[in-house]
């Protein structure tokens, strides 16, 4: 499958942005769905994460309460809107797939990768 993320941007800070990741194929509703992000001579870290059903998402600590991910599977797309954002929260945005059975544990089990959208929050 392939992933196409879209909607970064330049934002203020206390700002709000929706990512959005389209993928190709027909068996979208089948992947476990999260997005991550890397700052500039950063690693790679989990942002969030949603079931495939869609009943279940994850969140890491710095974002919980301001990001929230959801999906369409109508569409092939899983968006992430993020809300009051702050400097902090500039990076690289990627989305990526897990095809195989219950909750990916780490970043390296995920099958495939968008190419990436740029947020940068402003202070």
């Known amino acids: 499958v392939q992933l196409q993320a879209s909607g970064g941007g330049l934002v203020q800070a206390g700002g709000s942005l929706r990512l959005s990741c389209v993928a190709s194929?027909?068996?979208?509703?089948?992947?476990?769905m999260g997005w991550f992000r890397q700052a500039p001579g950063k690693e790679r870290d989990f942002v969030a994460a949603?079931?495939?059903?869609?009943?279940?998402?994850y969140y890491a600590d710095s974002v919980k309460g301001r990001f929230t991910i959801s999906r369409e599977d109508a569409k092939n797309t899983v968006y992430l809107q993020m809300n009051s954002l702050k400097p902090e929260d500039t990076a690289v945005y990627y989305c990526?797939?897990?095809?195989?059975?219950?909750?990916?544990?780490?970043?390296?089990?995920?099958?495939?990768w968008g190419q990436g959208t740029q947020v940068t929050v402003s202070s």
């Open positions: 990526a797939a897990y095809r195989g059975l219950g909750v990916p544990g780490r970043d390296s089990y995920y099958d495939f």
């Open positions: 194929g027909r068996t979208f509703s089948s992947y476990f």
């Open positions: 949603i079931t495939r059903s869609g009943r279940s998402t």
